[in-house]
């Protein structure tokens, strides 16, 4: 019996090392680059199998570790690698970067917006002007929409190909088919539809099929939402559920291609209310599949919770490689703020887009016992009895094993029947999903919800389709409503039910949820871009998802009213399209110049747009302000930059290989010396000054005057003054030269950035940039 524990613990010892190596195996992307069109696809892959050879035990091995094979524009692998074979991989000279795929690294950044922004979507064709943009850029047709994302649900009529001519031939992409998808899910709207699943599966394993399809069918509801928001077609009479938000639905180049790159997938044993994940390898495959199937814009609703490296960012480096081929990628900002350096997707190749309101609003005011009235906002279909009901505050009627820091956000299980039933529940924001909240308080038999902003939030108020009658207040509302439930024996309320209501004031101002500035990977690039409508906006949705996405939740709608970053990135890829089709030479550069430029600072009552709590906004929130696509259709100027300019812009920045083929020049660049159209000065030590070059894309021989409006205690000093342009095409370079004012000192906040602005204009055009400064 000795000798057979002395076997059993030799063996355990000779097998510790193979169970370590087998644990330690995790997905890895090594990257090399791009390639240079001399290899074939099948001796790219062979060649990719070569280098895990050079690391594995053998060629079986080798090969079935092999997850993807990157062969069109991005040269790279994703592979299941030990820590060790990774690191080996890493010192090789050829390679790039190696970096290791983290599960929930990425997630989806969850109408009448356009007519806001100055698309009029309600006007018939033979009424519109010759002036106008939708007319100008043919409604965007036949430029190609590629989007990442959770696929899309393909019988919306947001997605009908009625009417539409052959598709361009310059397309390449599939149609794939898969769980209740077929190629003729696609049609001359969705020209192309495929998935990406490997990274996924590889982590958590084959897809639970209730959960999602595996296809490119949406069950989600966002990718659906995402798509039709860009590109969807001209929809009269839909509305959200009960309703709400009634009339035309239409994405922003309603004529525009699409082509759907499924890339996130429901999380197991998570509620799908909570969002999906999308992996880094999964992301690559799909953004060099749209690169080489011939799209012309990307827009990329997914975001990271934490700030990337740009070589260990897939989106970052898939769009560098699109950006080459002049594809526009746009991409959202991201939802944590209001905190400062919160930002996603801050590379200067991308446009990064941040969330802000429109004019519309959901009124459903609450009356409390006392007379007094505040506004709140819902979609909810269900609506009261006209009369008094009890109010209680969560916390006086949770069960007894409720912490107190969670007391009043009517967690799930969190409410005591007997005390919420037939009452109204007000909910504090905090953890837990704000229709979750509505549904526990339905749980606990309550009659009505109303739900709270903490300090945070401010006075957004997001529309929910809530499963009981309920509306959402500010934060000063929801403190005096318990402040009158503290000070009164019998507290009551009624909730009133709500209306739409257009030409809402003040308009736009900038969602709480959106991130902010500044760049904590690239504090010398200003980010985000601009802002766009993200607050309440009504879109396609899935028939395989319900309105809120929770599973207590069986209704099925056709168009959904939904917030987030993920919803402005779609407004800005559709505007990029409508640029595309008038200015088809431009680059992605340009046309991302065009929209910071021509951008908006005032709001519909001609002041300056706010936070969501009244204050000013920065452009640490807005970048170069709201977009105006009708404006930057025409900028006059533009600040062009190429893939070089990229790539001497990582230089400075410290990173010298992204590209293998270029070598970073001697003498170092500033990073704030790329070509861009705003300036950041994260240490002024003294002065700066940095040049910028123009481009004239407006009338031959125009002259331009510049004007700036410095940030609090600097100076700003362009030179020269004044550019003249005889012909269109031609270019001009002038200095930026910024210092702080010895006589104004006193006045420079400490540690802080403040922020100014410079132009050029000739009488007809106003070019303007945003400056941000912070002393050293």
């Not at 039933?421 to 339905?442: A, F, H, P, S």
């Not at 809530?466 to 507290?491: C, E, R, W």
């Not at 009213?561 to 402005?568: A, D, E, L, Q």
């Not at 992204?658 to 002024?684: Q, R, T, V």
């Amino acid at each position: 019996m000795k000798n057979f524990y002395i076997f059993s613990f030799l063996l355990l010892l000779l097998l510790l090392p193979i169970l370590a190596s087998c644990h330690e195996k995790q997905v890895y992307i090594v990257y090399f680059g791009g390639h240079n069109g001399e290899r074939a696809l099948h001796e790219i892959e062979e060649n990719h199998h070569s280098y895990l050879m050079s690391v594995k035990e053998s060629e079986e091995e080798a090969r079935s570790s092999l997850i993807y094979s990157y062969k069109h524009s991005i040269n790279g692998f994703a592979a299941l690698l030990t820590p060790h074979e990774a690191s080996k991989l890493s010192e090789l000279e050829e390679v790039v970067s190696v970096y290791k795929s983290e599960p929930r690294k990425y997630r989806l950044q969850t109408t009448r917006s356009w007519e806001f922004s100055g698309v009029e979507e309600s006007v018939q064709p033979n009424s519109l002007n010759k002036d106008d943009l939708l007319l100008k850029a043919r409604y965007g047709k036949d430029v190609i929409i590629g989007v990442l994302d959770s696929g899309l649900w393909p019988e919306s009529k947001s997605f009908s190909d009625e009417g539409l001519g052959p598709i361009p031939k310059s397309w390449k992409g599939i149609c794939q088919s898969g769980d209740a998808f077929n190629s003729s899910n696609c049609n001359k709207k969705i020209i192309g539809a495929r998935y990406y699943i490997k990274g996924y599966e590889q982590y958590y394993g084959p897809l639970n099929r209730t959960l999602d399809y595996l296809s490119p069918r949406d069950k989600d509801g966002h990718g659906t939402h995402t798509s039709s928001t860009a590109g969807g077609r001209k929809v009269p009479n839909v509305s959200a559920i009960g309703g709400f938000a009634s009339g035309t639905a239409s994405g922003g180049a309603p004529l525009a291609r699409l082509a759907m790159y499924k890339v996130c997938w429901a999380i197991p044993k998570e509620g799908k209310e909570d969002g999906n994940t999308c992996f880094d390898e999964d992301m690559l495959a799909a953004m060099d599949d749209a690169i080489a199937d011939g799209v012309d814009v990307i827009s990329i609703s997914i975001g990271t919770k934490e700030p990337q490296p740009f070589d260990q960012d897939s989106i970052a480096i898939g769009a560098l490689h699109a950006v080459k081929k002049n594809i526009v990628v746009s991409c959202s900002a991201g939802n944590s703020g209001p905190a400062p350096s919160t930002l996603s997707n801050t590379a200067p190749w991308i446009i990064t887009v941040g969330a802000s309101s429109v004019d519309r609003a959901f009124l459903s005011p609450v009356i409390l016992g006392n007379g007094k009235k505040f506004t709140g906002q819902t979609v909810t279909p269900y609506n009261l009895e006209k009369k008094m009901y009890p109010l209680v505050y969560a916390g006086q009627v949770i069960n007894s094993n409720v912490t107190k820091d969670v007391a009043g956000q009517c967690l799930p299980g969190s409410l005591l029947p007997k005390k919420a039933k037939g009452k109204i529940v007000i909910c504090l924001r905090g953890n837990g999903t704000r229709v979750g909240k509505g549904g526990e308080v339905k749980r606990a038999g309550g009659i009505g919800y109303i739900l709270g902003n903490n300090k945070a939030n401010g006075a957004e108020l997001v529309a929910d389709p809530h499963f009981l009658p309920a509306t959402a207040v500010d934060y000063k509302s929801a403190v005096q409503i318990l402040n009158y439930i503290n000070s009164t024996k019998s507290p009551v309320a009624y909730i009133v039910p709500a209306k739409t209501v257009l030409h809402s004031k003040p308009a736009p101002y900038m969602a709480s949820f959106t991130s902010r500035g500044p760049s904590a990977v690239a504090p010398h690039i200003l980010k985000p871009d601009i802002t766009a409508p993200g607050l309440n906006i009504l879109a396609a949705w899935s028939g395989g998802s319900s309105p809120t996405k929770l599973d207590i939740d069986d209704r099925v709608v056709e168009y959904n009213i939904i917030s987030g970053t993920s919803m402005s990135c779609p407004h800005v890829g559709g505007a990029a399209a409508l640029l595309k089709a008038i200015h088809p030479t431009w680059s992605s550069a340009a046309i991302r110049s065009a929209l910071i430029t021509s951008a908006g600072l005032r709001n519909n009552v001609g002041e300056q747009i706010t936070d969501a709590s009244g204050k000013p906004a920065d452009p640490f929130q807005f970048g170069g302000g709201h977009f105006r696509p009708s404006k930057a259709a025409d900028p006059g100027l533009v600040y062009d930059a190429s893939y070089q300019d990229y790539l001497l812009f990582l230089c400075a920045s410290g990173i010298k290989d992204l590209d293998k083929s270029f070598k970073c020049p001697k003498k170092s660049h500033l990073p704030n010396s790329l070509n861009y159209p705003s300036l950041a000065i994260p240490n002024l030590n003294g002065t700066v000054t940095v040049s910028r070059r123009l481009t004239n894309v407006g009338g031959p021989k125009s002259v331009y005057f510049a004007s700036a409006k410095p940030p609090l205690g600097f100076s700003v000093e362009i030179s020269p003054p004044v550019l003249s342009f005889k012909r269109v095409g031609s270019k001009r370079t002038f200095t930026i030269t910024v210092k702080a004012r010895s006589d104004m000192s006193d006045s420079i906040p400490k540690d802080q950035y403040v922020f100014g602005w410079y132009s050029w204009n000739d009488g007809i055009h106003n070019v303007r940039s945003p400056i941000a400064v912070k002393l050293a």
